[in-house]
């Protein structure tokens, strides 16, 4: 599955734009499952569906973005009584397991013989190779429950505090106790909410495009909290807390906040934090929140400003970058928000460019200030204003949804001339001194297509990360008006 952003396209006369930056790439030849701490890969193609044989679970495809467990329940309960669902959102697809292997014969049956739809959206079925999903407990009646959840937050790329974990889950059923750690635990009422709660959120994002809940029953029955703080609470026991709940609630007012981007189709159970960025607190210490970051170990002769924001445009809006003249080899850049830098810093820093290891940090500026001006190595002004480039890939909720991912050595190439050829991308590298790709990929182009698409392999990802660094939103000639569209491709490292 070739996930891909489409750019909004600008015609230059005799001039065309190479736009990089960094998605995803998923090529299997079967779907894998996982489901931590238990691994299992299901071979459940197509053409092989009719020569596996019948099984209590059947693997679902197909779903929309938005479904969550109580949609799959409420459609295919009609086939018979559901032991089990396991969500995987990021696929689109779920496994469910009945109670006997007619109710499933029943369910594939019925959606080889007519569309089947879940939220909406028409879903398709096959047998899974499973004849059982494996539980994280070992409770053999999930059903049964337990009013402790074990909660995995999927794609966390903002901060998940018990406060953010009570707005959610305390609307479907009145929540006891929260204990974050590498995997969080809810303890509800009663098991019938922390059913209810089960249904209703597994699945769903908590924010837009992230942070997805992927919800079990865990094995305690009961979470024990011994402080009340932003990784533990105990509801029933106001005592324990370290500062008033009125400040707790002025925190929750900040989810409230909307930025002007948006970030992925998901509909999300609360709206992206705004600028005011949660910031994590001990008793003594605050954390630095700025949307300046520090980038330092620069290149002195290979980077400027425009490369700067080829890196850092991937991860959120650039609105200015500026060297330091008083250190060398370092700049500030000034982000949309706060979250844009988390991103960068998270994605960026210590990677390689030009054989230097880049640092990357939340500054404690708070804004860039276009002061001193000289002239970089290259010749190009130490400071740029990108607040008005139409190069800004997060300035719309449509162009908000590009997927941010880490660097890799697989860059995605589209939005190019019909006439491109390997030979003119290979020279054009050359041209400018960057490393060379190894193997090309061209897409198969739709009807009356306009335009190309297609992969470019590197030999590493350090190599990727320089020709993105020089080659994206570069300006190449070419005879037609059409524009060209680069991209880094990231969860596989080759072709």
């Known amino acids: 599955m070739l996930v891909v952003n489409k750019c909004l396209v600008t015609k230059f006369s005799r001039l065309s734009c190479l736009f990089v930056h960094i998605l995803a790439l998923t090529v299997r030849s079967t779907y894998s499952h996982t489901l931590c701490p238990f691994v299992f890969c299901l071979q459940d193609d197509v053409e092989d569906s009719h020569r596996i044989p019948p099984s209590p679970v059947v693997h679902v495809r197909g779903l929309c973005d938005a479904v969550v467990e109580a949609d799959l329940v409420e459609a295919l309960n009609k086939f018979g009584n559901i032991c089990y669902v396991m969500m995987m959102p990021f696929k689109h697809q779920a496994l469910v397991e009945f109670d006997s292997v007619e109710s499933a014969e029943r369910c594939v049956a019925c959606g080889t013989r007519e569309a089947v739809y879940i939220a909406e959206q028409q879903a398709f079925f096959n047998f899974s190779t499973s004849q059982r999903i494996t539980r994280p407990t070992n409770a053999d009646d999930p059903t049964s429950g337990n009013k402790v959840l074990l909660l995995s937050i999927q794609n966390p790329l903002y901060p998940i505090t018990t406060d953010v974990l009570y707005t959610v889950c305390n609307p479907v059923g009145n929540v006891l106790r929260i204990v974050i750690f590498k995997r969080n635990g809810i303890q509800a009422m009663s098991v019938e909410d922390a059913q209810k709660a089960k249904l209703a959120l597994n699945g769903a994002d908590i924010y837009a495009g992230c942070c997805t809940l992927k919800i079990e029953y865990a094995r305690p029955n009961r979470l024990n909290v011994v402080r009340n703080d932003n990784t533990s609470r105990d509801y029933t026991k106001p005592f324990l807390l370290h500062r008033e709940r009125g400040k707790g609630r002025q925190r929750q007012a900040i989810l409230g906040e909307h930025p002007s981007n948006g970030y992925g189709p998901h509909c999300p159970l609360l709206p992206l934090p705004g600028n005011s960025r949660y910031r994590k607190r001990t008793e003594e210490v605050r954390a630095v929140s700025s949307s300046v970051a520090m980038v330092s170990g620069l290149h002195p002769a290979k980077m400027n400003c425009s490369r700067i924001f080829n890196l850092f445009c991937l991860y959120g809006n650039v609105e200015k970058v500026k060297f330091m003249k008083s250190v060398p080899g370092t700049a500030l850049v000034e982000m949309g928000d706060e979250y844009a830098v988390d991103r960068a810093v998270t994605h960026l820093n210590s990677i390689k460019v030009f054989g230097k290891k880049v640092n990357v940090c939340v500054s404690k500026q708070q804004a860039v200030i276009p002061s001193q001006t000289f002239e970089l ?69 739709k009807p009356n297509s306009k335009t190309l698409s297609g992969l470019l392999e590197f030999d590493s990802k350090t190599e990727a990360m320089e020709a993105l660094t020089v080659l994206n939103h570069h300006q190449i000639r070419i005879p037609s008006k059409s524009s060209l569209s680069l991209d880094t491709l990231i969860k596989q490292d080759s072709l």
């Not at 991912?405 to 001194?433: I, K, M, W």
């Open 377 to 445: 190595a290259d010749g190009s002004s130490s400071y740029q204003d990108f607040s008005l480039t139409r190069n800004n890939r997060f300035s719309s909720a449509q162009n908000g949804r590009n997927i941010i991912q880490p660097p890799a050595a697989v860059l995605h190439f589209y939005n190019a001339p019909p006439s491109l050829s390997q030979q003119q991308l290979h020279t054009l590298c050359t041209e400018h001194d960057v490393p060379i790709f190894t193997k090309f990929k061209v897409f198969d182009a």
